[in-house]
């Protein structure tokens, strides 16, 4: 059984550039969460889908982050313009959302490099 | 809001002696899930045990294992027999159950272990 899938592995950009993050999650799962880690802040939740519909996105930093997931299979992390403050490591998780199973599968990450 | 503290920024052991993970959360919850994610310098995060709060008995993974106070509300994490293998960044996470909650894990700060040989 393939794991999330989390794509490209690494991305460096220069400020100011559009940046898309991708994530296959796995299959059969309904929720899908993007997260970002620093050193700074440690892991955080950006925005998660129950049923490919954004439940929360409080987490989103700002009008620069957007996020999509037009399917059941796929979804977009897309930072514009992406600023130098943006470089971290986004993690993709998914999970089947009921009560018997309620654990997170991560993807591999992108580290995001902006400079 | 709930918060997870893991008071341990770097911990060290020898190879096949025993060592602890602090957690301690904050909640005004009953029902809720704890978890400990290990992130091996391949960052990839990987689940190594959780455990139920309406569950008394400690979850136990093979040389992992919890000690739960949910009075205490504190959730420390013991690798048994410790690997080189075991050396990683490991994470405290909590999440309530998703009637009438998020689907949220929130993370504590994690821990680096570092294993001797």
């Known amino acids: 059984d393939a794991g999330v899938i989390q794509s490209p592995r690494h991305e460096v950009t220069e400020m100011g550039q559009e940046v898309t993050l991708r994530c296959k999650p796995i299959?059969?799962?309904?929720?899908l969460f993007w997260y970002r880690q620093t050193m700074m802040r440690g892991l955080e939740l950006l925005i998660y889908?129950?049923?490919?519909?954004?439940?929360?996105d409080s987490g989103m930093p700002e009008d620069r982050f957007s996020a999509k997931m037009p399917n059941a299979s796929f979804s977009t992390l897309k930072i514009q313009p992406s600023e130098p403050r943006d470089s971290a490591v986004y993690f993709c998780?998914?999970?089947?959302?009921?009560?018997?199973?309620?654990?997170?599968?991560f993807g591999p990450g992108t580290r995001l490099t902006v400079t | 809001a709930q918060t997870v503290t893991q008071s341990q920024p770097e911990m060290s052991v020898q190879e096949a002696e025993t060592v602890t993970l602090s957690c301690t959360y904050d909640?005004?919850?009953?029902?809720?899930?704890l978890f400990w994610y290990k992130q091996p310098p391949s960052r990839q995060m990987i689940l190594v045990i959780r455990?139920?709060?309406?569950?008394?008995q400690n979850a136990t993974e093979n040389r992992f294992s919890v000690n739960f106070q949910k009075a205490a509300k504190s959730f420390s994490l013991k690798i048994s027999d410790s690997q080189l293998g075991d050396a990683a960044m490991y994470f405290c996470?909590?999440?309530?159950?998703?009637?009438?909650?998020?689907?949220?894990?929130?993370f504590g700060k994690g821990t680096k272990l570092t294993v001797n040989p």
């Open positions: 998780a998914s999970s089947r959302r009921n009560r018997a199973s309620y654990e997170q599968y």
């Open positions: 455990q139920e709060a309406y569950k008394q």
């Open positions: 299959s059969g799962h309904n929720s």
């Open positions: 889908f129950n049923n490919n519909v954004p439940i929360d």
């Open positions: 996470a909590y999440k309530i159950p998703e009637e009438g909650g998020s689907e949220k894990l929130v």
């Open positions: 909640t005004s919850e009953s029902d809720y899930y």
